[in-house]
């Protein structure tokens, strides 16, 4: 069940939202499979502890958040994956591994890689293994203002393009 923060947090700033229930589902992938959508509709949060602070990163279930982009897009040196003991009671309510992406309402920064951009609605975790939120990426930008990058591991097969010096 979605703790009733997240549902006023959503409803206090008129974002509009479904909730949609499913079967209990441990991994984003499995998330996905659950809802019958593709796994690059469905964002999950990893937590990251860099430069003595926690951030939330947002990626597609079949991502791997780079930690080297992250590092790079916040200007630290060091940053690692964040343990569960370092924030497990900054989500009241909230099942372990099933934390939201909504760093406004927890006082957190959230960064979302680039490829989330191309979903036009995305199904989150919101503290339930059971239950999850789907919304309108661009509702989502607005509500939280996160910092917006390439923050994904490259996909096998995916094209990255370099600058390309032309000469006349």
Known sequence: MIPGSIIEYLQRYHV???RRPHLRAISAQALAASLHVTGFQVAKTVIVHAADRL????VSAPDTVDLGRVSEMLGVRRLRLADESE???????????????????YGLP?????HLRHAERLWFRAGSHTEAIELRFEDFLLLEEPLLGPIASERPGEL?????????
């Open 16 to 18: 509009p939202f479904e």
């Open 55 to 58: 951030w939330l990163c947002v």
């Open 87 to 105: 924030f497990i009671d900054l989500f009241p309510g909230c099942e372990a591994g099933a934390e939201p992406p909504f760093g406004q309402l």
């Open 110 to 114: 959230v960064v979302v890689d680039t």
């Open 160 to 168: 990255t393009y370099a600058p390309v010096e032309m000469h006349a």
